[in-house]
C-alpha cells in the first residue's frame, strides 16, 4: 500500500525486544505502512522470529548501537519516500503512525519528531534524568540555532529527500541529536506533535535502565551538540 503515492517505511532498531517486538510490528497499519523493518542489533534472544512470525522483514546489524541499525534500515529501504523510526520496546504507539503521515502532510513538514513532552506520558515512562537532559539539549539547540524542540524522541517520521541531505553518521545514542541539529542548521521544515509514551512492554533500557547508560548518552549527546557549534564558529 502506498500512503498518498508515497512509500512508507517503518524502521524498528531492535535488541533482545522478544516480548514486545511482535506487538510493536502488529500494531502497524499496513494499509498504510509499505513495509516493516526490524533491525536486530545483535539479540540473543527470540526478537528475530517473533519479528517476522508479525510479518516484519528482518535485518541483522552486527555492529551495536541505535544508530548503526537505523542505518541499517535506511540502506535496505533507501527507495522509499517516508522513514518511520520508532523502538521495539512497546513505549512509542504504533497506531499514531497514521497521524503523523497526516500531521506531515497538512503542514508540509519534512521531519516530524513525535514529543513526548508535547503529549502523555505513563508514570514512570521517562525518568527525570532523561527529562533534565532533554531540556538542558533542546535548550542548547535553542540558544545555538534558535530552533526550539522540546525532545528528542525517538518516534519520528522523515522524507527522503531530507534525509539523504542530512547524509547522517552518528551509530549510537547520539542518533536523534544529530539529525535534529542537521535539520536546525539546514533549515528544514520541522514539526513536533504530541505522542502518547508508555513504560516500555518488557525488558531493560539499554539507555536509561542505568545511570552509567544514561551518563554515556548524555555525554554523547551534549558534546555532539557543542562539536557542531564550533564546526560552526570555525567556517566563519
Known amino acids: 500500500m502506498v500512503y498518498l503515492g508515497k512509500k512508507v517505511v517503518a524502521i524498528i532498531p531492535a535488541l533482545d525486544e522478544e516480548q514486545s517486538i511482535g506487538r510493536v510490528v502488529s500494531a502497524i497499519d499496513r494499509n498504510i505502512v509499505d513495509r516493516v523493518i526490524v533491525v536486530d542489533n545483535g539479540s540473543v534472544d ?131 541529536i544529530e539529525m535534529q541539529v542537521k535539520a536546525a542548521r539546514m533549515g528544514l521544515r520541522v514539526e513536533e506533535m504530541p505522542v502518547t509514551y508508555h513504560n516500555r512492554y518488557a525488558g531493560k533500557s539499554k539507555v536509561s535502565g542505568t545511570l552509567l547508560g544514561s551518563y554515556r548518552a548524555g555525554k554523547t549527546i551534549l558534546g555532539y551538540v557543542f562539536r557542531a557549534k564550533i564546526e560552526d564558529l570555525l567556517k566563519r
Not at 519479528?51 to 541499525?69: D, P, T
Open 46 to 176: 527470540d526478537t528475530k522470529r517473533r519479528a517476522m512470525e508479525a510479518g516484519a522483514e528482518v535485518l541483522r546489524e552486527a555492529r551495536r548501537g541505535y544508530g548503526s541499525a537505523c542505518l541499517r534500515g535506511i540502506l535496505a529501504a533507501k527507495d522509499s519516500d517516508i522513514f518511520v523510526f520508532l523502538d521495539g520496546d512497546g513505549s512509542d504507539d504504533p497506531a499514531q503512525i497514521n497521524t503523523m503521515l497526516d500531521f506531515m502532510e497538512g503542514r508540509g513538514a519534512e521531519l516530524v519528531i513525535g514529543s513526548r513532552v508535547l503529549g502523555s506520558c505513563e508514570p514512570g515512562a521517562l525518568t527525570p534524568i532523561q527529562r533534565f537532559g532533554n531540556s538542558l539539549t533542546c535548550n542548547l539547540v535553542r540558544l545555538f540555532w534558535g530552533v526550539h524542540f522540546t525532545d528528542l524522541g525517538p518516534f519520528r517520521a522523515v522524507q527522503r529527500q531530507a534525509l539523504e541531505r542530512m547524509d547522517m553518521k552518528d551509530p549510537d545514542f547520539g542518533w536523534t
